[in-house]
T-cell receptor, first 112, second 115 residues
Framework: EAGVAQSPRYKIIEKRQSVAFWCNPISGHATLYWYQQILGQGPKLLIQFQNNGVVDDSQLPKDRFSAERLKGVDSTLKIQPAKLEDSAVYLC??????????FGPGTRLLVL | DQQVKQNSPSLSVQEGRISILNCDYTNSMFDYFLWYKKYPAEGPTFLISISSIKDKNEDGRFTVFLNKSAKHLSLHIVPSQPGDSAVYFCAASAPGGGSNYKLTFGKGTLLTVNP
């Protein structure tokens, strides 16, 4: 079974630029999560989708972050404009309803 | 406000000995706890979990203990192997959104198992 796929794996941008990350969950997993992991911290949930609907986005900085999951499969997370403090690893995870979360390898973002 | 705390940033153990990783939580609404293992440049991998209705769950070399009154859980690895060297994250979830879990993670503990 293929795991959660994410791209790109690494991204370097300058502050105030825009960036987008892509996630393809495990086939059949209805729930998709985006986490932000800052160096030295544990992952922090940004947004959770159930199919193509948002379940929880209470910790998403909505002035600059946006996410969508069209057709309830792939998802994109966008940052516009990026700030220095957005430097982190962005992890995507997916799960079956009520099941454990499977994480992708993450996208490491560096904002200069 | 750190609701899940892993107070030891690192732990070093000899191969064959027991590794004990600790985790404390403050939110009494948490009812499900998980341990994840993370290697560099990879995403976290689920290791073992425990429901609040239990006080122990065992899976091979890994055992998780839960003390609800103390809001404390621990992960025991015995015997420890060099391949166990990784960052271990404690995570907790509270019921909400139906059957979906919203995980709150600790900062992680770097375990090094020396040959």
């Amino acid at each position: 079974e293929a795991g959660v796929a994410q791209s790109p794996r690494y991204k370097i941008i300058e502050k105030r630029q825009s960036v987008a990350f892509w996630c393809n969950p495990i086939s059949g997993h209805a729930t998709l999560y985006w986490y932000q992991q800052i160096l030295g911290q544990g992952p922090k949930l940004l947004i959770q989708f159930q199919n193509n609907g948002v379940v929880d986005d209470s910790q998403l900085p909505k002035d600059r972050f946006s996410a969508e999951r069209l057709k309830g499969v792939d998802s994109t997370l966008k940052i516009q404009p990026a700030k220095l403090e957005d430097s982190a690893v962005y992890l995507c995870a997916s799960s079956l309803a009520g099941g454990g979360q499977y994480f992708g390898p993450g996208t490491r973002l560096l904002v200069l | 406000d750190q609701q899940v705390k892993q107070n030891s940033p690192s732990l070093s153990v000899q191969e064959g000995r027991i590794s004990i990783l600790n985790c404390d939580y403050t939110n009494s609404m948490f009812d499900y706890f998980l341990w994840y293992k993370k290697y560099p440049a990879e995403g976290p991998t689920f290791l073992i979990s425990i429901s609040s209705i239990k006080d122990k769950n065992e899976d091979g070399r890994f055992t998780v203990f839960l003390n609800k009154s103390a809001k404390h859980l621990s992960l025991h690895i015995v015997p420890s192997q060099p391949g166990d060297s990784a960052v271990y994250f404690c995570a907790a979830s509270a019921p909400g959104g139906g059957s979906n879990y919203k995980l709150t993670f600790g900062k992680g503990t770097l375990l090094t198992v020396n040959p």
